[in-house]
């Protein structure tokens, strides 16, 4: 595809940045981990497990996390969805917010449906005094660091953790100098509330608990919008703005993948005094061991996620499943059985036991 410079002839060819995007393997997708909607629920519901939580006092939990993110998209003039919405509001099937993949309903949904874009202007401070930039307006990048998990999900040790993600937050606040207490302004990448609630988890940042710092800047996925490959695009661009209204530090956190790669961006309104820098931080591989796949099983598992498609009518038609063997493996399956589709969706099945067979084909 050809980059057009148009404004200034002289410009060499853009330089792009691009490649390949593995998230799960064959035998995962072939089984039905196939997109970003089935999987982070089936991860929703293992962080549902993880806490003890019955089925609906995690839908109210997730309801009322969901339901700040809404508040912040009410007042943002960029968002895409700007209705308010309450936390019973968001949980419920409803006409206009279809259950899509139990947990979720589409008012948990990455929104991708948009016509938007954003940009970001990186000039040096003497470059912004000599255009004349006001002091006030200038915004410093501090720290950026990254880390991966496994790309596949079913090596992960655990799918309501990342240590990828505690790695590279870590490894920020270190480079930075800093805490998360000492942050000013939050933008966690909501996607889907898994997303936040396991960075959160990571971070050590207590979504519990009352506070008067917002976990967003833009509203999250679901309500400002998810254009795609650009939603953090979306969300430096409004953290400069909030910076310049509110001074002090900003951190922005991204991922991609099925929660696999992870990202941190520290901001702030003073400049970083050992200058910017970046770096890839080390995971610790010993302490979570990855978990060696098993294709070919069949026989006894036990389930530690899944989550519930359902069709344009509020019908559910499949589950997706991650299972554990004895030896420790992860297998993947799902059912079509209309009983346990319904029951999936009122009870808690992560913890039992079920029968995978050769095709994967579970059965309770």
Not at 46 to 65: M, T, Y
Not at 259 to 276: C, I, N, R
């Amino acid at each position: 595809m050809e980059v057009r410079r148009d404004a200034d002839a002289e410009l060499g060819p853009a330089e792009r940045y691009e490649g390949d995007l593995d998230m799960a393997t064959e035998h995962e997708m072939g089984r039905g981990v196939v997109e970003p909607g089935v999987v982070y629920p089936l991860f929703e519901t293992a962080i549902r497990h993880s806490r003890g939580e019955s089925v609906a006092e995690h839908r109210n939990r997730i309801g009322a996390l969901w339901a700040g993110f809404n508040t912040v998209a009410v007042e943002n003039p960029h968002a895409a969805v700007r209705t308010p919405m309450t936390a019973t509001e968001i949980t419920t099937p409803s006409r206009d917010n279809r259950m899509v993949a139990a947990p979720y309903t589409k008012a948990m949904m990455a929104n991708n449906n948009v016509d938007q874009a954003s940009a970001v202007l990186i000039v040096s401070a003497a470059r912004a005094a000599a255009l004349g930039v006001p002091r006030d307006r200038w915004v410093f990048p501090l720290v950026g660091t990254k880390a991966d998990d496994e790309a596949s999900p079913g090596a992960r040790h655990d799918l309501h953790r990342s240590p990828a993600a505690r790695a590279a937050g870590s490894l920020a606040f270190e480079l930075a100098g800093t805490d998360l207490d000492e942050v000013d302004h939050l933008d966690i990448y909501a996607c889907f509330p898994a997303s936040v609630q396991v960075c959160a988890l990571e971070l050590g940042l207590d979504l519990d608990g009352p506070s008067d710092r917002p976990l967003t800047v833009t509203g999250g996925l679901t309500f400002a919008g998810a254009p795609h490959s650009n939603s953090v695009g979306q969300s430096l661009a409004a953290m400069v703005g909030r910076l310049r209204e509110k001074p002090g530090t900003g951190l922005v956190y991204g991922n991609g993948g099925y929660l696999g790669k992870h990202a941190f961006g520290l901001y702030g309104t003073e400049p970083p005094a050992a200058g910017y820098r970046t770096a890839s931080a080390e995971v610790d591989l010993a302490a979570t061991p990855s978990r060696t796949p098993d294709p070919d099983f069949a026989g006894r598992a036990t389930i530690d996620g899944y989550s519930v498609s359902h069709d344009r009518e509020g019908s559910p038609t499949r589950a997706l499943v991650s299972m554990l063997t004895t030896s420790g493996s992860r297998v993947w399956g799902g059912t079509t059985d209309p009983a346990t589709l319904d029951a999936m969706v009122v009870e808690e099945f992560v913890g039992r036991e079920v029968e995978l067979d050769p095709d994967g084909l579970v059965s309770v």
